[in-house]
């Protein structure tokens, strides 16, 4: 009998943030879905880990070292995968950093500067160095990664809340400038999901797990999977009219 093919077979898809949470996840889907897989993360070790899990289930991925927030790495992050793949398809700019409870006038302008530049800029960098090589290939797909605190206020998280915010309009900024050239460009809203990042939050803040669960209508954390598939079909062809799109992926937090 024929193998099926699978949706992603011959594409290359780039995942910031591969090595942890939300990235890995979403990472290893790709990989399931037949894609080649480019792990960027700024931690070596870990994006080598997803790597390696890819390639021993029997995939194809390569791990990129890489800071987001640095042009030049994001350039040479880029163009490892088209150097190894020679193509990019997708793309799932996710690398981020929280921002502890802090009020405004009480956070350091060095946080500050560093969660703008992590979360905000290098989505705008991943976008300027993806875009001329999916239009290579004649288009693409684009997914960022903004948050619940994208489309909403949170008191103690304004560098966060802006940098998420900012993720959105560049993703609606970016539609329009592609849409003509063939590459799609969406954003996704994670509610609070469970990942190292929120688990390390949990640790400093144990009061914190609760008010989240409290806070969700659907009373829980969400997984990893239930981010990384969303996040595979917006790059699927059956998501091909989804454009400009800001999806929240919350347990309805947005919806109160
Ligand atoms: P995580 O900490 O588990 O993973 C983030 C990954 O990004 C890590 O591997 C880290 O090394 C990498 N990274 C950090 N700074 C980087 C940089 N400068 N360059 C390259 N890689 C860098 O976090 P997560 O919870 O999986 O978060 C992933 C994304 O989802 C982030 O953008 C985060 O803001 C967003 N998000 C998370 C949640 C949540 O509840 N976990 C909710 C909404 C949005």
């Not at 969406?186 to 469970?194: D, F, Q, S, T």
């Amino acid at each position: 009998m024929a193998k099926t093919m699978r949706e992603f077979e011959g594409r290359v898809a780039l995942v910031t943030g591969g090595g942890s949470g939300i990235g890995q996840t979403t990472a290893l889907a790709f990989a399931r879905e037949g894609a080649k897989v480019v792990v960027v993360d700024l931690n070596a070790a870990s994006a080598e880990e997803t790597a390696n899990t890819i390639e021993k289930g029997g995939g194809q991925a390569v791990a990129v070292k890489a800071d987001v927030s640095k042009a030049a790495e994001v350039e040479t992050a880029v163009g490892a995968a088209v150097k190894k793949y020679r193509r990019l398809d997708c793309a799932f700019n996710n690398a981020g950093v929280g921002s502890m409870g802090t009020p405004i006038d009480l956070h350091k302008e060095e946080d500050f500067d560093r969660t703008i530049a992590i979360n905000l800029k290098g989505v705008w960098l991943c976008i300027k160095y993806e875009i001329p090589q999916m239009l290579k290939n004649g288009g693409g797909c684009i997914v960022n990664t903004s948050s619940i605190m994208g489309v909403t206020g949170i008191e103690g998280s304004a560098a966060y809340v802006a940098s998420k915010h900012g993720v959105v309009g560049l993703t609606r900024t970016a539609s329009l400038e592609y849409a003509k050239h063939g590459v799609r460009v969406n954003a996704i809203c994670p509610g609070v999901i469970e990942t190292p990042m929120n688990i390390r939050y949990a640790k400093i803040n144990p009061d914190l797990v609760a008010r989240n669960i409290a806070r969700t209508p659907l009373g829980r954390y969400g997984q990893t999977p239930e981010i990384a598939e969303v996040v595979v079909w917006l790059c699927s062809d059956a998501a091909s009219f989804v454009h400009g799109h800001t999806m929240v992926v919350d347990g309805a937090w947005t919806a109160q």
